[in-house]
Nanobody, 115 residues
Framework: QVQLVESGGGWVQPGGSLRLSCAAS????????MGWYRQAPGKQRELVAG???????NYADSVKGRFTISKDITKNTVYLQMNSLKPEDTAVYYC?????????WGQGTQVTVSS
């Protein structure tokens, strides 16, 4: 059993910042298999940021230089620092875990960027 709980979403003006958190609990797994996705209205869910084997990070081109994924192993938590937010970043953001041949998802947290 694995549970992923996102938090930190909300409303922010363009140019603002938010930090999302994903707290994981349950069966032991590798926190390095976690990442962030988002789904905007009318669009498919897309990868925003994730960890790759060896500690390398991967980002969508649209967020490079603005978003940073990080982790706190002691807290079993993955973060997504989002800076210089744009209206097009508006979406539901989901925490993801790939383990045991399947994907696990959090409930999602809404991020709205508007003036």
């Amino acid at each position: 059993q694995v549970q992923l709980v996102e938090s930190g979403g909300g409303w922010v003006q363009p140019g603002g910042s938010l930090r999302l958190s994903c707290a994981a609990s349950g069966t032991i797994f590798s926190i390095n298999d976690m990442g962030w996705y988002r789904q905007a209205p009318g669009k498919q869910r897309e990868l925003v940021a994730g960890f790759i084997s060896g500690g390398t990070t991967n980002y969508a081109d649209s967020v490079k230089g603005r978003f940073t994924i990080s982790k706190d192993i002691t807290k079993n938590t993955v973060y997504l620092q989002m800076n210089s937010l744009k209206p097009e970043d508006t979406a539901v953001y989901y925490c993801n875990l790939q383990a045991w041949g399947r994907n696990y998802w959090g409930q999602g947290t809404q991020v709205t960027v508007s003036s």
